[in-house]
């Protein structure tokens, strides 16, 4: 099978920066990146690159390398399917809202449209990728719209889930791990397989059958989940017992067979994926009737809101039992560093619990917009938008942000956070001045000696 037209359908954090990376790669193969959001591949289009519509380090330097050239960003969906070879299905599927499975499946009608779709315009033979993470057994789904158009024409599925992770996107696509490729037939397979080749080495390219591949994304999320919530779950007890949750981490790390990464004890893990995932897990063993199973993984869940949970309680005890009309700055709202992508943050959760015990939020973050904090906070719908409005402020200095506040909070683990002047900091702000380190970035003993009272995670 000979490729040479590639499109790709979702020009979001995995669209774009794995096209970006496979264009740049493969200077022989036209890649054109379409989506229905106008305004998203505007941005994708805008000659400014600081304007792309997702940070990623490197990212802005691999488009302004390739765009134009080989890589395309389209609202023409049709027309990109058309002339392709190869189409990579990489919309979002978010948790459903709505009906059967409601908060736990996954909705799969972008899916559905996009197979639709290709079905409706599709003239020639077809090589159709899941990049998005999807259910076990959707391919079969994918498979019956498009084996049912009436036409001769035939059509490939493969999966072929994404691993980056956001704020390394790039550095996770140049060299990965592994690239995993599952499918039924061998010659699209190893197409898609040549693709990679030009950079992957042939030894990280790894072949299974559809289902192993579909279940390896959804298994690989709910283990590094689970890390998350199990170093979690020990930094409570470390804080009732006197262990160091960085010390702890350190001497099982040591261990080969746990492994150091993945161990950072946090205010809980946020992020458009781990809890879609895992939920999505949990749906699948119950609608097998394997109960036990889905309450195993669900418990990742729970343990991570209870720790976000556990983290606004504690500094509203701390700061004597409350925080109504006391001024809480807020370092990062962003659900990692090196990311303007705030689905899911811990902070969001963090801040609607302090606001519904009155406190006066003022936040800065290095990426993130005053709008897309007044619109997580607006989505959650606890509150009017005039009062959240009214409550948060966003501010464009950290030093802004924290002065005269009584406490600060942080959020996200941004290295510039590091390297602020505390002592500014601490000067400007109401005594006693609390830190409550949700990332445990801080230096405790040099906070101590300025005069803070610092609180960090399972210590
Ligand atoms: P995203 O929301 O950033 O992007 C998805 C894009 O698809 C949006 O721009 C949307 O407008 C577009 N879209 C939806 N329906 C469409 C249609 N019918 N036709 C054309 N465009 C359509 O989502 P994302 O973060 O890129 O995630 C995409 C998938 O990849 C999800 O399944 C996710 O679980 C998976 N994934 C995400 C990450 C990550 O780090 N974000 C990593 C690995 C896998
Ligand atoms: C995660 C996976 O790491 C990727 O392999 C996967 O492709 C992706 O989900 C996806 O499917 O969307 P991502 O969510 O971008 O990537 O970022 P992570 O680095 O995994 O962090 C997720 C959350 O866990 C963040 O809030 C982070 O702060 C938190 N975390 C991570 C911790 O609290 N402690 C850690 O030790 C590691």
């Known amino acids: 099978m000979i490729v040479k037209n590639i499109c790709c359908i979702g020009a979001g954090y995995v669209g774009g920066p794995t096209m970006a990376v496979i264009a740049k790669n493969n200077p022989h193969l036209k890649i054109t990146i379409v989506d229905i959001n106008q305004a998203r591949i505007d941005a994708w289009n805008d000659a400014d690159v600081s304007k792309l519509p997702i940070y990623e380090p490197g990212l802005a330097e691999i488009v302004q390398e390739t765009r134009g050239k080989n890589l395309f960003f389209s609202t023409d969906i049709d027309a990109a399917i058309d002339e392709s070879e190869m189409i990579f299905i990489s919309v979002n599927t978010p948790t459903k809202t709505y009906g059967k499975g409601k908060g736990m499946a996954a909705d799969l009608k972008y899916i559905e449209l996009c197979a639709r779709n290709i079905a409706a315009v599709a003239k020639t033979d077809k090589i159709v990728v899941e990049k998005s993470t999807l259910p076990v057994r959707t391919a079969e789904a994918i498979k019956s719209i498009l084996h049912n158009t009436g036409n001769e024409i035939n059509f490939h599925i493969l999966s072929n889930p994404e691993f980056l992770a956001e704020g390394t996107a790039v550095q996770d696509l140049l060299n990965p791990d592994r690239v995993l490729i599952g499918g039924e037939s061998e010659a699209a397979i190893e197409a898609l397989a040549k693709v990679y080749n030009s950079w992957v080495p042939e030894e990280k390219i790894l072949r299974t059958n559809l289902w192993s591949s579909e279940l390896s994304k959804l298994t690989a999320n709910a283990f590094l989940a ?56 949990v749906y699948i063993a119950r609608s097998y009737n394997l109960n036990e199973v889905a309450d195993y993984w669900e418990q990742v869940i729970i343990m991570n809101d209870h720790q976000k949970r556990r983290f606004s309680d504690r500094l509203i005890k701390t700061l004597y039992n409350t925080v109504s009309g006391k001024k809480i700055g807020m370092l990062g709202w962003a659900f990692k560093k090196d990311t303007n992508d705030t689905r899911e943050s811990a902070a969001i959760y963090v801040a609607d619990h302090l606001l519904n015990e009155q406190a006066n ?17 607006n989505y959650l719908n606890t509150r009017s938008e005039e009062e959240n409005e009214a409550s948060v402020k966003t501010e464009s200095s950290p030093y802004e942000a924290l002065k005269a506040a009584h406490a600060v909070a942080i959020m996200t683990e941004w290295d510039e956070f590091k390297t602020y002047d505390w002592e500014k900091i601490y000067s400007h702000m109401k005594k006693p001045a609390f830190i409550f380190d949700g990332r445990n970035i801080l230096d405790k003993a040099a906070m101590q000696k300025i005069g803070f009272e610092y609180y960090s995670i399972g210590q």
Do not use: H, W
């Open 361 to 377: 939020l003022s936040v800065y973050d290095p990426k993130v917009s005053s709008f897309k904090i007044q619109s997580d906070l």
């Open 226 to 281: 689970q890390r998350v919530s199990s170093i979690n779950a020990i930094s409570e007890i470390c804080e009732l017992t006197g262990a160091n949750v960085n010390e702890v981490a350190k001497a099982i790390g040591m261990d080969s067979r746990i492994g150091s990464k993945f161990l950072q004890a946090s205010i809980g893990f946020g992020g458009s994926c781990f809890q879609k995932d895992i939920l999505n897990l």
